[in-house]
Nanobody, 123 residues
Framework: QVQVVESGGGLVQAGGSLRLSCAASGSFLYVSAMGWYRQAPGKQRELVATIISGGSTNYADSVKDRFTISGDNAKNTVYLQMNSLKPEDTAVYSC?????????????????WGQGTQVTVSS
């Protein structure tokens, strides 16, 4: 079983900063990638940023130069530093962890989601 737990959401004024954390735990060999997604009311979930185990990152155009994703492989944890926040960043932010499961035979991967954390940016 794989658990993903996020923390760090909250209410902030426009222009402010927040840092989200996400930790994956459970029975798996390693985390191959982790990412942050968000869903605003009435909108579809969208990718915010991802990071793979080698350190390569990917960002949505809307958050480039404002958000930074980083990871701690030893702790199976990923962080999202969000600066210069805008009201349009308001959403539920969810963390995803793609892990390689234990066991023999061909490699098996599993995608686990956290419950999400609310980020609200006031104007």
């Amino acid at each position: 079983q794989v658990q993903v737990v996020e923390s760090g959401g909250g209410l902030v004024q426009a222009g402010g900063s927040l840092r989200l954390s996400c930790a994956a735990s459970g029975s798996f060999l390693y985390v191959s990638a982790m990412g942050w997604y968000r869903q605003a009311p009435g909108k579809q979930r969208e990718l915010v940023a991802t990071i793979i185990s080698g350190g390569s990152t990917n960002y949505a155009d809307s958050v480039k130069d404002r958000f930074t994703i980083s990871g701690d492989n030893a702790k199976n944890t990923v962080y999202l530093q969000m600066n210069s926040l805008k009201p349009e960043d308001t959403a539920v932010y969810s963390c995803n962890a793609n892990v390689r499961l234990t066991g023999s035979g061909p490699p098996k991967f599993y995608s686990a989601w956290g419950q999400g954390t609310q980020v609200t940016v006031s104007s």
